[in-house]
């Protein structure tokens, strides 16, 4: 079973950085990193694990526990439409509108047919 010093350990080293590389990509002193991955292997306060795992790309959770966050919601399903998540996010808060009605009623459209489908 790996420790959080561990973990931090090979994630960094996955990530191609040096601790002072990833210090300061952190947002934390190199001092304090080494002090999670020295002979003491301190747990870091709550926002600074925050920033190593953001840093890493990574979640708090994965980073502390070993184990990754299980939501409730299932999002495999959404994972192709990543593409489209990623325009959406760039365009206008006046153009989305627009957008989001067009696909509401072609949703609705394919929802009664499904409906009607079921019927016969």
Request: charge should be positive; include cysteine; proline fraction near 3%.
């Amino acid at each position: 079973m790996s420790s959080f010093s561990d973990r931090l350990r090979s994630e960094i080293e996955y990530a191609c950085l040096n601790h002072k590389e990833f210090a300061a990509k952190a947002g934390i002193k190199k001092r304090a990193l080494e002090g999670y991955l020295g002979v003491q292997q301190s747990m870091p306060p709550a926002d600074t694990a925050v920033k190593m795992a953001k840093a890493l790309g990574l979640s708090v959770e994965y980073l502390v526990t070993g184990k990754e966050f299980q939501n409730s919601m299932d999002i495999s399903k959404y994972i192709q439409f990543h593409d489209v998540l990623d325009d959406l996010l760039v365009l206008p808060k006046d153009m989305l509108i627009p957008v989001k009605a067009m696909i509401r009623a072609a949703a609705d459209q394919e929802r009664k047919k499904t409906r009607l489908l079921g019927r016969a």
